[in-house]
């Protein structure tokens, strides 16, 4: 049996339809039933900019509608440039502080695309907010009902140190997005010897946050060489950002491309 590779780096930056049509709908709910407002958005890219602790169980679709397809990107990049196709099947994925699920997404698309038709995935979310694996479950549905049995996902109620201590499971790719940033230094070294360990028994381990000043964002494998890129990436797809019609917009989105209310 050949494995498929990857593609090398590409370029492309989008998300799928499907997963544009699923946010823009979660999120166009959410604004209709309060949720998400143009004072939310504003409040929640200001805790982000000063890196101050953000309510996800209040906010849950505010960095949703901020974040999610930045971090769908960046994500989409660091696989594609870091992950190492694997022999088994199936394809398993863990993202831990998953939130709405742009990594777990991201490896969805980019590993289904990469490997031989038919190839099944299990993803897992793991979070210790239930609003934020609510999204994510709301998000999967059309993924689910495309693949059917191929795509299973599982969303996991819990602490991300306490989940990888307590799981014996084993992961091809276990994916960690924006998580330590969130977290108290010594959790956050509790956390990176936690991944240290899967990754020396073989579990391919990839890590995006925050970069040094001046470095955009970092993503790295456990044990390799920590590389950066610059964001915003070119040809990022934001597509579902036209249907919510709020004014404050992520700010990675040229205003000039969409309609925004006066
Ligand atoms: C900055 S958000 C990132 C969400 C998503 N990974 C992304 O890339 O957009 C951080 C997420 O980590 C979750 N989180 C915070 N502390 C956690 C912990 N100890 N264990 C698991 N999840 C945690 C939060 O609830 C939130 O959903």
Partial sequence: MTVASLPTHSRRLSMPSWLSASLSTALENARR???????????VRAIVESVGHVDYVRDAEAFAYLYFAANFAKAQQAILRLYRPSLSRPIRVLDLGC???????????????????????????????????????????????????????????????????????????????????????????????????????????????RGEAGTGTRYSRLQGTPQAFQYPPEGLDVHFLESIGLRTLPKSTKRDRFHVPA
């Fill in 33 to 43: 039933g309060g949720r998400l407002s143009d004072e939310r958005a504003r409040a």
């Fill in 99 to 209: 939130g709405a699920g742009p990594a777990l997404f991201a490896a969805s698309d980019t590993l289904r695309s990469g490997s031989e038709p038919g190839t099944n995935l299990h993803l897992a979310g793991v979070d210790v907010v239930t609003q934020q694996l609510e999204l994510l479950n709301n998000l999967a549905a059309p993924l689910l009902s495309e693949h059917g049995h191929k795509v299973r996902v599982e969303t996991i109620l819990s602490d991300a140190v306490t989940f990888l201590e307590q799981t014996k499971g084993s992961w091809d790719l276990i994916v960690v997005s924006y998580l330590l940033v969130e977290l108290a230094p010594r959790k956050r070294r509790v956390l990176q010897a936690a991944l240290e360990a899967r990754a020396r028994a073989g579990t391919q381990v990839i890590v995006i946050d």
